[in-house]
């Protein structure tokens, strides 16, 4: 079956900008999450939905970025005022149900640069 | 901060067994513990998932001893295709996120 997709696959964009990045999960999970990976390290956690509600946003760095699910399905991620220590690839992931007793299924990631 | 402490990297070859060690001293009564594998340019996958003992399924093995202070992962017979970062997590059912560390880079050689 369809599996977790994102888009863009790669997005450049100059320091400034505003972005959007959209997450597709798979039918049916109520839980969808957010995570940032820089070069060489574990993905970081941004913040999870479970419906329609953010239940988790501890690791939004800033009030630059928000995340939306309006409908409890498709999700997207807004960066504002973007600069350059955002530059990295940004994973969706979604579950059945939250918990770490879920497995998580992760997207391809969209790569971001900001120049 | 990672509740988990595993090898930065690891090398081995074509058709050994692969044991790779995760420290989680200060795991908690509700905290599951779970192993993710990721290639390059790829988002994480799920392997295996354990809260005591051992459980098995058709890719690995996870074995928990009853502290459960640690946990092992076993790749048998691993293949070239098995070259990825493995990361441990420990989490609760009560909380979504999951805290990944560094992760552990298997090499696997011919």
Same mark, same amino acid.
């Given at each position: ?8 696959? !790669? ?49 939004? =760095? !800033?009030? $630059?970025?928000?995340?939306? $699910? ?6 997207? +991620? ?12 940004? +994973?969706?992931?979604?579950? +059945?149900? =939250? ?17 | ?6 090898? *930065? ?5 074509? @058709?050994?067994? &692969? ?7 200060? /795991?908690?009564?509700?905290?599951? *513990? ?8 790829? @988002?994480?996958?799920?392997? /295996? ?5 051992? &459980? #098995?399924?058709?890719?690995?093995? %996870?074995? *928990? ?12 017979? &691993?293949? %070239?295709?098995?070259?990825? &970062? ?9 909380? @979504? ?5 560094? @992760? #552990?880079? %298997?090499?696997?050689?011919?």
């Amino acid at each position: 079956g369809a599996g977790v997709s994102q888009t863009p696959s !790669n997005k450049v964009t100059e320091k400034g900008k505003y972005v959007e990045l959209r997450c597709d999960p798979i039918s049916g999970h109520t839980a969808l999450y957010w995570y940032r990976q820089s070069l060489g390290q574990g993905p970081e956690f941004l913040i999870y939905f479970q419906g329609t509600g953010a239940a988790d946003d501890s690791g939004l =760095p !800033n009030d $630059r970025f928000f995340a939306v $699910r309006p409908e409890g399905s498709v999700s997207t +991620l807004k960066i504002q005022r973007t600069e350059r220590g955002d530059s990295a690839v940004y +994973l969706c992931a979604s579950s +059945l149900m =939250p918990g770490n007793s879920y497995e998580q299924y992760f997207g391809p990631g969209t790569r971001l640069t900001v120049t | 901060l990672a509740k988990t402490t595993q090898p *930065i990297s690891m090398d081995s070859y074509e @058709g050994q067994e &692969v044991n790779i060690t995760c420290s989680h001293n200060n /795991i908690a009564t509700n905290d599951y *513990i779970t192993w993710y594998q990721q290639f390059p340019s790829q @988002g994480p996958r799920f392997i /295996i998932q354990g809260y005591k003992t051992k &459980v #098995t399924n058709e890719v690995a093995s %996870l074995f *928990i001893p009853a502290d459960r202070k640690s946990s092992t992962l076993s790749l048998p017979r &691993v293949s %070239l295709s098995d070259t990825a &970062v493995y990361y441990c997590l420990v989490g609760s059912s009560n909380t @979504g996120k999951l805290i990944f560390g560094q @992760g #552990t880079t %298997l090499q696997v050689k011919p």
